[in-house]
């Protein structure tokens, strides 16, 4: 039996490009707790969060297909459930003060049409903050951030100590957020 759960999320992006059912599941498993978590964080709204997840998850499948390789998909899933919220806003008509309390979701200066060509820019320049990230700290924070584990699980896969992953993080959370501020929050909803 395959072990979906310890493929990266490119890996798994590429099987479900070619239809992987058993990869989707993986996907879906891996991030339906963090994007519910997301999207009930901004509507306080349960099944309306449900609902947008579910759509989500929905559109990925049917879109899989269509991926292009280098689809990073941590960022898309967040920009699909970001972009779900703000059409059920506008479709219930709620007022114009709960769209802007989603404006930490667009990068600054962006407009409502050029958001997603804005967050892929963001999303790279993180991406490269990242790989500069001293190699054992990065490998604290990849192991948090794709496979969403413990600290606890980290410093077992680690050999070191639960300490050590927690500086490590606090470090690497304080570099990233020194030089993006809040918007890493969109990418990195666990911070």
Do not use: C
Not at 98 to 111: K, P, V
Request: no cysteine; hydrophobic share 40%; proline share 3%.
């Amino acid at each position: 039996m395959i072990a979906y759960h310890s493929y990266s999320d490119q890996e798994l992006t590429a099987l479900l490009r070619s239809g992987d059912r058993a990869a989707f599941s993986e996907v879906y498993q891996r991030y339906w707790p963090l994007l519910y978590r997301h999207a009930r964080k901004l509507l306080h709204i349960d099944e309306a969060a449900k609902d947008i997840v579910q759509d989500v998850f929905i559109s990925l499948w049917t879109a899989a297909t269509e991926f292009d390789a280098q689809t990073a998909l941590s960022p898309y899933l967040y920009a699909s459930t970001r972009n779900k919220i703000l059409n059920w806003y506008r479709h219930n008509k709620i007022a114009n003060v709960h769209l802007e309390s989603l404006g930490d979701f667009m990068t600054a200066g962006s407009n409502v049409t050029d958001h997603l060509a804005g967050e892929r820019m963001l999303a790279k320049q993180i991406e490269k903050e990242i790989e500069n990230l001293p190699p054992r700290m990065r490998e604290v924070f990849e192991l948090k951030r794709k496979q969403n584990l413990s600290y606890k699980q980290i410093a077992i896969a680690m050999n070191i100590s639960e300490l050590t992953v927690k500086t490590q993080m606090n470090k690497a959370i304080r570099i990233l957020r020194g030089k993006f501020g809040n918007s890493m929050n969109v990418f990195f909803p666990f911070l």
